[in-house]
């Protein structure tokens, strides 16, 4: 495909059990992007991997927020013991380096914990 | 602490006038600043950006402006259409001293921008 996909577009979970979010960048873009937006407010960094490492992730909230990117092109968020506070819009994005952020965003998973 | 600060929570304009949207940040390091347009249920698409050695950066109807010293940044959409209506986003990002990105964007919290028929 020519974007970012995400999948899936909606995950609704209960309290406590274990979520995994799927991004696939843009073919080529060495750079992928972790972002968490809620309601009222501007996209919120998590992670940043450069191919398969993760170059910053300063951005995780705590231990139960893990991200991976094996071979350099997809990447999945892992929320384990989820609380109803992560409830919010997961955005991926990638780019082509990283060097100069124009970051190309896919539509986003929205996670809804009960 | 809000680092990249959109005030106007919303803006309404009559089609074919100029929509002015603006951003403030605080933090110094940053020299990479981006426009992105969202609308709802899809990702924020990329508009403009501008590198912290300029003032202005023009694509079509859309024009970034820097002000360095007061560290604000602004939108112009000339002339208005419906279709840009959409949360807009400011975004800045810093670079480390060897000349790579820090990778991450700093966000605001959005201006929702309606332009009317």
């Known amino acids: 495909g020519a974007g970012v996909s995400q999948t899936p577009s909606n995950k609704v979970t209960e309290k406590g059990k274990y979520v995994e979010l799927r991004c696939d960048p843009i073919?080529?873009?060495?750079?992928l992007y972790w972002y968490r937006q809620s309601l009222g407010q501007g996209p919120e960094f998590l992670i940043y991997?450069?191919?398969?490492?993760?170059?910053?992730d300063s951005g995780l909230p705590n231990d139960r927020f893990f991200a991976v990117r094996p071979e350099g092109s997809v990447s999945t968020l892992k929320i384990q013991r989820t609380e109803r506070g992560d409830s919010a819009v997961y955005l991926c994005?990638?780019?082509?380096?990283?060097?100069?952020?124009?970051?190309?965003f896919g539509p986003g998973t929205r996670l809804t914990v009960l | 602490d809000q680092q990249v600060k959109q005030n106007s929570p919303s803006l309404s304009v009559q089609e074919g006038r100029i929509s002015i949207l603006n951003c403030d940040y605080t933090?110094?390091?940053?020299?990479?600043f981006l426009w992105y347009k969202k609308y709802p249920a899809e990702g924020p698409t990329f508009l403009i950006s501008?590198?912290?050695?300029?003032d202005k950066n023009e694509d079509g109807r859309f024009t970034v402006f820097l002000n360095k010293s007061a560290k604000h940044l602004s939108l112009h959409i000339v002339p208005s259409q419906p279709g840009d209506s959409a949360v807009y986003f400011c975004?800045?990002?810093?670079?480390?001293?060897?000349?790579?990105?820090?990778?991450?964007?700093?966000f605001g919290q959005g201006t929702i921008l309606t332009v009317h028929p």
């Open positions: 994005a990638s780019s082509f380096d990283g060097r100069y952020n124009e970051q190309f």
């Open positions: 073919s080529g873009h060495t750079a």
């Open positions: 991997f450069q191919g398969t490492g993760a170059a910053d």
């Open positions: 933090n110094s390091m940053f020299d990479y």
């Open positions: 501008i590198s912290s050695i300029k």
């Open positions: 975004a800045a990002s810093s670079v480390n001293a060897g000349g790579t990105s820090y990778g991450k964007l700093t």
